[in-house]
């Protein structure tokens, strides 16, 4: 079976450039996540969605964030402009939300290296 | 504020014996608990969760027990095996259906031959 399937891997790009992270959840996965891993602040949510809706941004850190999930099997997240301080590891994730909701964790992606200069 | 702490940035333990991780958390809304496993390039994989509703569960060489009065969780890995080499989180949320989850910030587990 096909993970949670992240591009790209690595991304390096001048500061004010706008960036965009993709992220493709498993096949019948109605909740996708995007996190955010860095050394201070470790692994944090930023934003989820179920059934594409946007239920809780709370984690998105400025409006310079933006995410979309124009349909099931594909979710962008956006930075523009970029600052280096948006520097990360950038993770999506998938989970189907449905009982038994014990078994059903929340599978990740390998993720997008984001480095801002 | 961090409402869930690994107070132990690393362990280092020999191979065949018992890794201990702990887990530490605040908010006594948090009902569902759950470990992942991260090797380095990769994301994060589920290893093991837990209910509040128990107070052990046990899945192969993982073993997560949980008290609900000190707000600790802690993984058993027996025996260790050199794969078992990575960083290890552990997360809560509220409810199993919960979809939004707090980390810990991760120990990392050496495992040596």
């Known amino acids: 079976d096909a993970g949670v399937i992240q591009s790209p891997r690595h991304e390096v790009t001048e500061m004010g450039q706008e960036v965009t992270l993709r992220c493709k959840p498993i096949?019948?996965?109605?909740?996708l996540f995007w996190y955010r891993q860095t050394m201070m602040r470790g692994l944090e949510l930023l934003i989820y969605f179920n059934n594409n809706v946007p239920i809780d941004d709370s984690g998105m850190p400025e409006d310079r964030f933006s995410a979309k999930m124009p349909n099931a099997s594909f979710s962008t997240l956006k930075i523009q402009p970029s600052e280096p301080r948006d520097s990360a590891v950038y993770f999506c994730a998938s989970r189907p939300n449905r009982a038994p909701y014990s078994n059903q964790p929340q599978h990740f992606g390998d993720g997008t290296r984001l480095s801002i200069l | 504020d961090q409402q869930v702490k690994q107070n132990s940035p690393s362990l280092s333990v020999q191979e065949g014996r018992i890794s201990i991780l702990n887990c530490d958390y605040t908010n006594s809304m948090f009902d569902y608990f759950l470990w992942y496993k991260k090797y380095p390039a990769e994301g994060p994989t589920f290893l093991i969760s837990?209910?509040?509703?128990?107070d052990k569960n046990e899945d192969g060489r993982f073993t997560v027990f949980l008290n609900k009065s000190a707000k600790h969780l802690s993984l058993h890995i027996v025996p260790s095996q050199p794969g078992d080499s990575a960083v290890y989180f552990c997360a809560a949320s509220i409810g199993a259906a919960g979809n939004k989850l707090t980390f810990g910030g991760g120990t990392r587990v050496l495992v040596k031959p």
């Open positions: 837990i209910s509040s509703i128990k």
């Open positions: 096949s019948g996965h109605n909740s």
